[in-house]
């Protein structure tokens, strides 16, 4: 029996199991990050965080992501990173499904140098990505647009359909998610079928394809 080099974590399932607010859940960890997983419901106090930037990304739901330098109404399918330093809070009237892509708990602690305790005047202000809006811009299939960039990676964004060409998990593994359609991830002796609210974690340097039976909306993270 081989060792599995594709698993599978689910969301929606993720949140059942999770089963109340600001509880998170580790789906992957590669390089220095982690992608977790809570449900924002009710507001949580503002906070800041000196050694990293965090990414959110609405996976279900509607959420007021509060920050210092301005207020963002987000929906599914949008993402916002707040900087270092900033003051920051999420709300929610009703249970929303948040995907949170931070370093790790284990490698902040020894960024020396890399602190920054307040956000400053001259700082913009968070902004928003809607990852519906660049997926309906797209026209070719598994030409992938770089939709928000976070600690040296980039999050990609892609309509796939039918087979794609082959790709190589970076050497801290690569999750991919995804948000509409349904994709089978083939290696060469695994096959994994996911639809939309599954994240596949490819691990280190395996070689794999995307094919689908229709129209998929996928985004991954790539080092670069």
């Known amino acids: 029996m081989f060792d599995r080099r594709l698993r599978k974590e689910n969301l929606d399932a993720i949140a059942r199991a999770l089963g109340r607010p600001w509880l998170t859940y580790q789906i992957a960890r590669f390089g220095d990050l982690e992608l977790d997983v809570y449900?924002?419901?009710g507001a949580l106090a503002m906070h800041r965080h000196p050694a990293y930037d965090e990414l959110f990304l609405?996976?279900?739901?509607?959420?007021?992501?509060?920050?210092e330098r301005g207020d963002l109404d987000m929906r599914a399918e949008e993402l916002a990173v707040v900087a270092k330093g900033t003051a920051h809070q999420t709300s929610s009237a009703?249970?929303?499904?948040?995907?949170?892509?931070r370093v790790a708990d284990t490698v902040f602690l020894r960024r020396d140098g890399r602190w920054r305790m307040f956000a400053s005047d001259a700082d913009p202000p968070p902004e928003k990505v809607n990852l519906g809006a660049l997926y309906t811009g797209l026209q070719q299939a598994y030409h992938p647009v770089q939709a928000a960039r976070y600690e040296g990676w980039w999050l990609q964004l892609a309509r796939c359909a039918g087979a794609g060409p082959s790709h190589t998990a970076s050497p801290f593994g690569t999750p991919l998610l995804v948000m509409r359609g349904s994709v089978t991830v083939r290696t060469s002796d695994e096959v994994l079928p996911a639809q939309a609210g599954?994240?596949?974690i490819a691990s280190p340097g395996v070689e794999y394809y995307l094919e689908t039976p229709g129209a998929a909306m996928v985004t991954w993270l790539e080092p670069g």
């Open 198 to 200: 599954d994240v596949v």
């Open 58 to 67: 609405v996976y279900d739901g509607r959420v007021l992501l509060g920050s």
């Open 39 to 41: 449900i924002c419901q």
């Open 94 to 101: 009703q249970p929303a499904i948040i995907a949170l892509l």
